[in-house]
């Protein structure tokens, strides 16, 4: 099932923040969003209010629609943007390769983490 109406409506709420939405995409259980934010709001406030201002107009779009509680965030430098987009632009086509659960783990990983 193709979610381009959720990925093409989080513009909006991005750009009411004062950010942009650079690419969206995602699949049945996550979405990836490139975003570049304003220094006037911290990452946690924008995804929350993100994910607040789109909600009610997601669920009457999908009526079973909901968000997770949390959320992950990476920070991307300029250098990086257009081989982000990209990787975001094909996240089904990655998603069919790897699972979203195995991805984040291996992120985590490589940034030193553990997955809790």
Same mark, same amino acid.
């Given at each position: *099932?193709?979610?381009?109406?959720?990925?093409?409506?989080?513009?909006? $709420?991005?750009?009411?923040?004062?950010?942009? %939405?650079?690419?969206? %995409?995602?699949?049945?259980?996550?979405?990836?969003?490139?975003?570049? &934010? $304003? $220094?006037?709001?911290?990452?946690?406030?924008? &995804?929350?209010?993100?994910?607040?201002?789109?909600?009610?107009? *997601?669920?009457? &779009?999908? $009526?079973?629609?909901?968000?997770?509680?949390?959320?992950?965030?990476?920070?991307?430098?300029?250098?990086?943007?257009?081989?982000?987009?990209?990787?975001?632009?094909?996240?089904?086509?990655?998603?069919?390769?790897?699972?979203? %659960?195995?991805?984040?783990?291996?992120?985590?990983? %490589?940034?030193?983490?553990?997955?809790?």
């Amino acid at each position: *099932m193709s979610h381009s109406y959720i990925h093409q409506y989080l513009g909006g $709420p991005a750009r009411g923040l004062g950010g942009i %939405a650079l690419q969206v %995409a995602g699949v049945d259980d996550h979405i990836h969003t490139l975003n570049k &934010i $304003p $220094p006037t709001i911290g990452v946690s406030d924008f &995804i929350g209010k993100l994910k607040s201002n789109s909600s009610n107009w *997601m669920e009457r &779009i999908c $009526p079973r629609f909901e968000w997770q509680e949390g959320y992950g965030a990476v920070s991307v430098s300029r250098s990086k943007v257009e081989r982000t987009r990209r990787y975001i632009a094909n996240q089904e086509e990655h998603d069919r390769k790897v699972s979203f %659960a195995e991805e984040w783990a291996k992120l985590l990983k %490589a940034m030193g983490q553990d997955e809790h």
